[in-house]
């Protein structure tokens, strides 16, 4: 079986060290290279348990990844260093896989507002292809760009896309709250994410103006049609990993069975599974690409409520990155990644 070469800029973040035990054991993929100038020189076996020719990978500076020699190159990066990478990268013929922020808004003008920058490589949005398979599936076949979805915007649009798909949500707007772990925040050093001030404690931030919302407005327009307004409440958890997230819509005009529109949309996907609502869990999805989901009708309130649940290392960034990366080489989506179990 023909292996193509694959690298890692931004290895040493938390995606990038999941993207890094997800590629060493991909049987489409070989690891050829590693970036990272925290550990530069260093041998990627001593790092992470790794074995075979993974371990002997000696880590890289960043300023080398742009001459990366890999046939696909995932880019583990800030925005501003991904938009300004992967131009490089795709002019010597790679093809890239961003997980930041850098390609996801169609729209150059949001970017200023959104994510603090104005784009440098505007012309490559458009053919940017949106790496969330279960709900952007028919462009992904081919892809030379693709931008791997935030970790809130999977867990929001995977519960939000298929009641505006409903007729649910384009009145009256929809408000969404997300519990996320400590690690959706990245790997670094800030006393606001020490573990005296977040243990024991829930934290509001970014309220009306998170960089996820447009982007799932965006997703949910291209597949539902419409999206209407959403108001979105992040909420700092003290845990490690995961996301689980609530949206509550207005029930007019909702479904008779609701829920089983929810099962239809998804019954043919591998990652995802809708559950009782009371059922979903974040135990039983870390560590996993899974996404559980579930629906229920408050008849009382007059609300459809939404709950989902996700990895937001894995489903919400790195094994994502692995699944879009199986769509646009035409593989099977579970590649690499049916072995993996909370």
Known sequence: ????????????????LELTRLLARHPRLRLAALYSDRWAGELAGARLPLGGPAAALAYRALAEAAEADAEVVFLATPAEVSADLAPRLLARG???????????LEDPALYPAWY?????????????????????RARLAGARLVTNPGCYATAIALAVAPL???GLGLAGG????????????????????SFVEV?????????????HVPEIEQTVARYAGACGAISFTPILTPIRRGILATVAVRAEGAAPDL??????????????????????????????????????VDARAGTVVAVSAIDNLV???AGQAVQALNAAMQWPETTGLDLLGG
Not at 7 to 15: D, F, K, L, N
Not at 174 to 193: H, M
Not at 273 to 296: F, I, Q, Y
């Open 1 to 16: 079986m023909n292996m193509h070469p694959a690298a890692i800029v931004g290895a040493s973040g938390y995606t990038g």
């Open 94 to 104: 790679a093809r890239v896989v961003d997980l930041s922020g850098a390609f996801r």
């Open 116 to 136: 603090g920058f104005s784009h440098p490589a505007p012309a490559l949005l458009a053919e940017a292809r949106y790496g969330l398979p279960e709900l952007a």
């Open 164 to 166: 505006v798909k409903a």
């Open 174 to 193: 929809i408000a969404v709250t997300g519990l996320s772990g400590v690690s959706g925040a990245g790997r670094r050093a800030s006393e606001d994410y």
């Open 199 to 211: 243990a024991d404690d829930l934290r509001a931030y970014r309220i009306g103006k998170h960089q």
């Open 259 to 296: 829920a089983e529109a929810v099962r239809a949309a998804y019954r043919d996907e591998p990652f995802v599974s809708v559950l009782a609502p009371d059922r979903v869990a974040l135990k039983d999805v870390l560590h996993t690409n899974r996404c559980h989901l579930g629906v229920a």
């Open 315 to 317: 489903k919400g960034a």
